[in-house]
């Protein structure tokens, strides 16, 4: 890893020139990534460092005397709880620096989605939190002489986003690590819009290299890929295996408290009991009313479709999550994507969406988003029974913001229509979507 780290920052390797690593380190919160972190340490010291990362594990100390850090809680200033800040003595923020980052604020707006878990978070309370977090970073970056943010995944939490944002406009190094769609690999990367342009290099050269040859035999590739490559070429694909592993819900939690924790659920069960713990229980049956809600909805009006109808297959993303805010840019509401194929598609030819097997976050898919894409004259509701691998055998194309599916479609030979950005932007027969013309253009390459 501290060899990507030294190729991915433009700074002089030279220890006489080099200035000192002034470093926000952020989210190298698990076992794993604790070890290389503290791989990268010992291979480049860091003269300072702002850690961000749970209060249930220790940040890593600092390795040389004289070198400092700073540790930020990252549960309390997700929701901006700076302890001991005087806030009158932070610069101000002005109309220029507003105006960097009005991308910045739209992207952290939504992103705050990810805190909506049990309550709503009004607009008032998201801007409040979008100005002090901007306000006090701002001020941090200028004040620490900041120069590397160093992620151990993509920014996509609050005040991740804004501290990668102000460090892009400042021309300050970005450095953070994004996952493959191959289990245990991963790749560094400095930007999410241009995530590996290292990767296309290395593929044009391949392209040019294996120039000519078509049968698998020819290319020959480690174990690991070679295994997921043919996991993925047959009709019937292999999903990988961290898409096999089903996550814990509201009520799985609840059931495991009682069986594993007994007096634990005992003393939760009794703070219920209370006006507040009432009230608590009345908000998640409100959470609840409305996904059984939207789920009923969209059953009813999901179809088995037809396979041998010309169509494009758009796979919804869940949400929250990093696949679209930030990935999808301006088309976080995948909405837009529909409403796009639905104008410039053939009249022929339908658009299949289907939901995600996980269920997205409670205000984040409404009755009314389903209502909305029905409307379209060229959208279907597909049924979460379909298998996902049989509609990428028989669609035209696969329409997706920076999903697995994208990546799937390649491998039977099917044109992808990204609105968002992924590793596999690279490849042939991807086109990344961002105007009409754009759209327009994939349509008549795709269809004509």
Not at 107 to 112: E, G, I, K, P
Not at 366 to 377: G, I, T, W
């Amino acid at each position: 890893m501290h060899q990507w780290f030294y190729m991915m920052t433009p700074m002089d390797h030279s220890s006489a020139t080099r200035p000192p690593i002034r470093a926000i380190v952020a989210r190298f919160s698990d076992h794993m990534s604790m070890k290389v972190l503290g791989e990268v340490l010992r291979n480049h010291p860091f003269e300072f460092r702002a850690v961000i990362t749970s209060k249930l594990l220790l940040p890593v100390p600092a390795e040389r005397k004289g070198n400092t850090q700073e540790w930020f809680d990252s549960g309390n200033i997700r929701t901006c709880q700076y302890d001991g800040v005087r806030w009158n003595n932070l610069a101000p923020l002005d109309e220029k620096i507003l105006d960097r980052m009005c991308d910045a604020e739209t992207v952290f707006m939504d992103c705050l989605a990810r805190l909506e878990w049990k309550h709503a978070i009004s607009y008032a309370t998201r801007k409040r939190w979008y100005l002090q977090h901007l306000r006090f970073w701002d001020d941090y970056l200028t004040r620490n002489n900041i120069n590397l943010f160093l992620s151990a995944f993509i920014p996509h939490e609050p005040p991740d986003v804004l501290i990668y944002c102000l460090c892009r406009a400042r021309g300050i190094p970005t450095l953070f690590f994004h996952t493959t769609l191959v289990q245990d690999i991963s790749f560094s990367a400095s930007t999410w819009e241009d995530p590996a342009p290292r990767l296309r290099e290395r593929y044009e050269e391949l392209l040019r290299i294996f120039s000519g040859k078509t049968k698998p035999e020819d290319i020959p590739l480690e174990p690991l890929f070679e295994a997921r490559y043919k996991s993925l070429i047959p009709h019937k694909a292999e999903r990988p295996g961290v898409e096999n592993v089903r996550r814990m819900s509201e009520l799985d939690r609840i059931k495991e408290l009682f069986w594993t924790k007994p007096l634990s659920f005992l003393r939760n069960g009794l703070a219920y009991l209370s006006p507040n713990g009432i009230r608590k229980i009345q908000e998640l049956l409100q959470r609840q009313r409305i996904i059984r809600e939207r789920n009923a909805f969209y059953i009813t009006h999901a179809i088995t479709p037809s396979l041998d109808q010309p169509f494009v297959y758009f796979p919804l993303h869940f949400q929250p999550e990093a696949s679209t805010t930030p990935l999808a840019g301006r088309f976080t509401e995948q909405i837009l994507v529909a409403q796009m194929l639905n104008a410039y598609l053939p009249d022929d030819v339908l658009l299949y969406v289907k939901e995600h097997p996980r269920e997205s976050g409670w205000t984040k898919r409404s009755v009314q988003d389903y209502r909305d894409l029905l409307a379209m004259k060229k959208v279907r509701l597909i049924s979460r029974d379909v298998d996902t691998f049989a509609l990428r055998e028989k669609c035209v194309a696969v329409a997706t913001c920076s999903g697995s599916a994208g990546f799937e479609a390649l491998f039977r030979g099917k044109p992808v229509l990204l609105f968002g950005s992924r590793f596999y932007q690279y490849a042939n027969g991807v086109f990344k979507i961002r105007t009409v013309e754009d759209c327009q253009k994939a349509i008549i390459a795709i269809f004509e």
